[in-house]
């Protein structure tokens, strides 16, 4: 199973072209028209590797994976280089610091003390993402699509860029035991099901519009949405020391996901896979689902005996499409015909590569925190100094320090105020 992994990791290492002279460090691609990849696709394969260097202890790309994640941060150290303004949104940022979690998180090696740290880059997406610029009263609240508004898509409100302050939320709280951030991921979970995005039979719908106050729900279901939603509420069950309102959650979220995702065991895009109307990025979604629901098995073992079974079927549905193109290794997108389909990419190596590494993952150590062995420093004012995109800059605060990174008091005031929408149902 290692050696699969190695081969599919270097195959997929041969669509980045940053470390080639004359391109840019970090980045798939793109973005369209320029290459296939937009900018967030390439912190999703980083993290990959940092859950591959996990699974099989394989450090040859180690250098290769923090020199990009660094060169990526941009001036505010918070992952909002200036050059991907015009698509940035805050699922993009979140994949970002999703990865730089995920650093922290399995004792990735450290940068050098001079370089921006995982944890801190993490909490910097955090806060910018709580900051409440990015938070008004339409649909009761909840982030928007895109960070600028200038940028199409400005007026949408959906559960990705949600899901991944979720998900970022409740993986602080653990890391650090802090509270604060816990606060944040329970809001932003009743703000879904209170808007309407995540129903009853615990479905994930795309967002909706600010001018229709999301009611216009885009009734979409993508995978990495559950998967997002689910690894988030097992961190929360975790850090809840195993509370019932959150084993609820998980196991319902489970059950949700494997029947609208994995028909006969087998994942599969259902939004697009059918008449292979997928986008690039569409592409991509099975194998952070894949990892996500593995690490999901660690930190609420209770599910362990529901998702490694349907895991190891779809790794093996996986692993028999990697026959196609000239050396006879490429992976392809439809597991469920069990062989290469012809359509590859980085996406399509991605998803390989996440469900083999899901298979070695439980079998490695659970998530890291703080007091377990986690060496990545935080910042309590990571963020602080970050570009609010109305034409100036946020000056520096003054952090309370409880703990190893508790979100700074100004800050936390501040979002009292704005989310006082949590409280008032939509």
Known sequence: MRATARQIAWDLLQYYKGNQTGQTPGILPGPPPAGDYYWWEAGAMWGTLIDYWKATGDAAYNDLITDAMLWQVGP?????PPNVTASLGNDDQGFWGMSAMLAAENGFPDPPHDKPQWLALAQAVFHTQANPDRHDTTCNGGLRWQIPLSNNG??????????????LGARLARYLNN??????A????DWMVGVGFMDGDYNIYDGGHVEHNCTDINRAQFSYNNGVYLLGAAYMYNYTNGSDIWQDRVSKLTEATIKVF???NIAFEVACEEHMSCTTDMLSFK???ARWMSVVTQIAPFTAERILPVLRTSAEAAISTCTGEANGRACGFKWSLKAYDGSHGAGQQMNALGAVTSLL??????PLTNTTGGTSRGNPNAGSQSNTFDGKVTPPTTADKAGAGIITIILLASAVGTFGWMSTGV
């Open 186 to 189: 329970e809001k932003t979970w």
């Open 262 to 264: 994995f028909p006969d």
């Open 361 to 366: 993952v439980p079998g490695t150590r659970a």
């Open 179 to 184: 509270q604060t951030y816990a606060d944040w």
């Open 287 to 289: 194998g952070y689902v």
């Open 76 to 80: 505010g150290e918070d992952y909002m």
């Open 154 to 167: 400005y007026n949408y409100k959906n559960s990705i860029a949600n899901g991944c302050f979720f998900n």
